[in-house]
């Protein structure tokens, strides 16, 4: 084997590796495991780079095809870079780690498009990610049931596997669900429905990922995130309804496996699994407004609402070129209520969080990262000639959505492991539809 193929395969193993590591120190939510987040995705970054040299196509038409989607993070790190150093930030330790993760997802983003180009590696990326959340799934919820949350002295009620937050497991298996989702969509061997199909499904070895979407699925309901359930399954129906329109033929197939996955998961598991607890809390929340000093001002027994409400002058203040990357920990409790007595380390809404410290100038570019992602996502889930394209489409479709609605309560951008596994899901959005195809014993591509 050549050196350069070594180089590719060590790099391809050790991405896959990664992706797997990340979650388990806690989200990669301490300063230990992002300095090791980021020396890893260096060392694979400089392998990478290795292994490009002397080909006649270094980047290939996917990064091509993607070209735009990275300038638009390089415009991102530069930003936060002039904001550290020329004294912007009011936090200059904390944007000056921001960026390195900064850097570290954008060349986390072009490795994966430049490893994952074909079709047989994209399948083992999303069963990978499948994987991982599945085992994420169950060690939290072994974790509820056993009575035991190792890593902790104390026992908990909810499930977080290895995160500190449950709402930072719910956002890692939305991601994870909607590659497990994705892939049994791909995975169709288009065949008419029927019964004999249907006990193929059952019996098959796509019965081991239905398994785990199973898995995953009560992992979720037990972490009780209102807003992680509540986006996950806002999600499925939305995207899954536009994919049982758009295809219409095997439109039979496609509605009964999503229906199924919804009734039997949902509404029949997952009551077993604390899907009425679940329901306690969202019913639970109440929001009241009253005029106060000739202003309207919304106050919540949820003191999310109010931590993310109190953080509005901020972001009057330093809308255009934001209070630094990371710093909000630092700002914030000149901003914060009375009433808001504990510690807050993030706004709970991470576009308040981005808008804030990043500022109009940093955010914009992020924002259409995001939205070219999700307009590649949807282009590969309109082909209807190909279904693994509009399988692997819809997978970043529905995590993308999911993520974005959870993003409005919670801060799992902020988490590395979840940040870096996005970044990975708006890379596979792009390969959806600019994957090399290896294989041609199929009718259909």
């Known amino acids: 084997m050549e050196k350069r193929s070594i180089l590719d395969s060590f790099v391809y193993v050790g991405l896959l590796g990664l992706l797997l590591w990340l979650p388990l120190p806690l989200g990669s939510n301490r300063d ?24 006649e196509r270094p980047f290939g038409r996917v990064l091509a095809a993607a070209g735009p989607m990275v300038a638009l993070l390089l415009a991102t790190q530069a930003w936060v870079a002039a904001q550290w150093w020329l004294g912007l ?26 490893v994952f180009h074909t079709r047989r590696r994209l399948t083992v990326l999303l069963a990978v990610l499948v994987a991982s959340g599945t085992l994420q799934a169950f060690v939290g919820t072994f974790m509820v049931l056993s009575n035991l949350e190792w890593g902790f002295l104390t026992s908990k009620a909810v499930a977080t596997g290895t ?40 019996m098959s070895p796509k019965a081991r990922l239905r398994i785990a979407l199973v898995i995953m699925v009560i992992g979720l309901v037990m972490t009780r995130s209102r807003m992680g359930n509540t986006a996950f399954f806002i999600s499925l129906v939305v995207i899954g309804s536009t994919f049982i329109l758009l295809n219409k033929q095997n439109r039979l197939r496609n509605a009964v496996l999503l229906s199924s996955f919804i009734a039997i998961d949902i509404l029949v598991i997952s009551q077993f699994f604390g899907l009425d607890e679940l329901k306690q809390r969202l019913s639970a929340t109440q929001v009241e407004v009253q005029l106060v000093e000739g202003q309207l001002r919304a106050s919540s027994n949820d003191l999310r609402d109010d931590a993310y409400r109190d ?20 700002i914030f409790p000149q901003y914060a209520g009375p009433e808001l007595l504990g510690h807050f380390d993030h706004a709970h ?33 309109w082909q209807r000639e190909s279904w693994y394209r509009s399988g692997v489409g819809f997978a970043a479709c529905m995590g993308i959505v999911s993520l974005m609605i959870h993003s409005f309560t919670d801060f799992n951008l902020q988490i590395p492991a ?4 996005f970044v990975v899901l708006c890379a596979i959005a792009v390969l959806a539809g600019k994957h090399d195809k290896t294989r041609t014993n199929r009718t259909r591509h």
């Open 32 to 55: 230990w495991s992002v300095g090791l987040l980021v020396l890893l995705v260096s060392l694979l970054g400089t392998l990478w780079a290795w292994s490009r040299l002397d080909k």
């Open 89 to 114: 930030s009011l936090d200059v330790g904390a944007t000056f780690q921001y960026l390195m993760l900064g850097l570290a997802y954008t060349l986390l983003f072009v490795m994966v498009l430049s």
């Open 163 to 202: 995160f500190v937050n449950r709402n930072h497991l719910a956002g890692y298996l939305e991601i994870t669900l909607a590659c497990g989702i994705g892939l049994m969509m791909a995975l169709r061997d288009g065949q008419p429905f029927n019964l004999k199909a249907l006990l193929e499904l059952v």
């Open 311 to 330: 953080a509005l002058p901020a972001l009057e203040q330093h809308w255009l070129t934001g209070s630094g990357a990371g710093s909000f920990e630092a």
């Open 349 to 381: 809404n991470d576009f308040i969080q981005f808008a804030l410290e990043y500022g109009l100038l940093g955010t914009l570019p992020l924002a259409a990262f995001v939205l070219l992602a999700l307009w590649h996502a949807l282009r590969a889930l």
């Open 418 to 421: 979840n940040a870096a596994t």
